[in-house]
């Protein structure tokens, strides 16, 4: 493979000296992006964008193409492709987010899911990976990623998007035996999954805990994070001669800091709810952070928008170990000069904190 031109995404998420903060952005291949729309619009529909590994590069590439400052590239994906690929029948209603033709509610219907293999049942995420890789050609590192358990589970118990977790909650306090045999066939889904995309070319992982932040706190450790900490022991941490960070991310999950660098991670992923300065206070030591800034930041003018990475920067402080990012997903109304700016601000205000 390509060595890299550009590699201080991975050295930070190592806590190793950079010359500046490096930068990328949840969901910033998008539809904030006009490429991307037109790329979605020629392909007919979301899932024959990811399910397409040509597409899949086209669209992971546009940023990059866009914005030079970006220190990494995320695969073109999305965490449903899990479920999907257990039978559970993934679909997108208009104006709705996705839907699923089957729907888990008994301990029959988990006993009677199948574990996908990576390769077969998720061959066209691999076949992407792989040709990203290529496309890249050492330009910046791959990130691969997958949702968490918890996540997938509850989309899995919803049929789609929900707002309370109303069934997926009654089932574990209910039946928490049928809860726990469907996040262990989960974990071990999530596992192969990122291994695969491991071996077909990520050079970095993150799992996404969207909806861990909803559980108590009690509920978090036992339903959530025990299996994020059952994922993480399972990857494969070095390929093609290199360590392979992996990121932890849950959205709300502030409270539990301590906890999640625990687990094993080289890095947790903070939304804007937290102080980047008081959590490398409580974990700093243990591992890196990446963050943190709130994405409605970018509907503001770029003047602000730049008071507000420094700001961040500042809380953070001198040395590595940060890699900058929004606070959860850029949003689909945000004007990519405004993306601009913010990454721009990011790499010129930060280099003072690497002298």
């Keep these: 493979m390509t060595a890299l031109k550009n590699d201080r995404f991975l050295r930070a998420l190592l806590k190793q000296p950079v010359d500046v903060t490096p930068v990328w952005m949840m969901r910033q291949a998008g539809r904030y992006l006009p490429e991307y729309r037109a790329s979605r619009a020629k392909a007919g529909d979301f899932m024959s964008l990811c399910m397409n590994p040509a597409f899949a ?55 009677a899911l199948p574990i996908p293999d990576p390769h077969k049942d998720l061959g066209y ?44 909650k009654t089932m574990l306090y209910d039946n928490p035996q049928a809860l726990h045999l469907l996040l262990d066939k989960l974990a071990q889904t999530v596992t192969s999954y990122l291994n695969g995309q491991i071996m077909a070319g990520a050079q970095a992982v993150q799992i996404f805990d969207s909806w861990g932040g909803s559980l108590s706190a009690a509920a978090y450790q036992e339903f959530s994070l025990a299996y994020m900490r059952k994922i993480v022991s399972g990857l494969i941490r070095e390929h ?16 539990w800091l301590e906890s999640i660098a625990d687990a094993g991670a080289d890095a947790l992923g903070l939304d804007w709810t937290c102080d980047i300065g008081s959590a490398r206070d409580r974990v700093g030591s243990k591992v890196a952070l ?19 990475v420094g700001r961040i920067l500042a809380s953070y402080g001198k040395g590595s170990g940060h890699v900058f990012n929004l606070g959860h997903g850029i949003t689909p109304d945000v004007d990519p000069e405004h993306a601009g700016a913010f990454l721009s601000a990011v790499h010129e205000l930060s280099a003072q904190y690497h002298e």
């Design 125 to 168: 995420v691999m076949d992407a990976v792989s040709t990203i890789r290529r496309e890249l050609n050492g330009r910046v590192p791959l990130i691969g990623f997958a949702g968490s358990p918890w996540t997938l589970a509850t989309y899995m118990v919803e049929g789609g998007s929900s707002k309370d977790y109303r069934k997926t």
């Design 240 to 255: 093609e001669g290199r360590k392979v960070p992996v990121i932890l991310f849950t959205k709300n999950g502030g409270l």
């Design 290 to 308: 990446q963050g943190n800034m709130d994405p409605t930041v970018l509907y503001a003018k770029p003047e602000a928008i730049r008071t507000e």
């Design 57 to 111: 590069c086209e669209v992971t590439m546009q940023p990059l193409d866009r914005y030079p400052q970006l220190d990494a590239a995320i695969l073109f994906s999305d965490i449903l492709t899990i479920p999907d690929a257990m039978g559970q029948g993934l679909y997108f209603e208009t104006g709705e987010g996705p839907r699923f033709k089957k729907v888990i509610s008994t301990m029959a219907d988990i006993e």
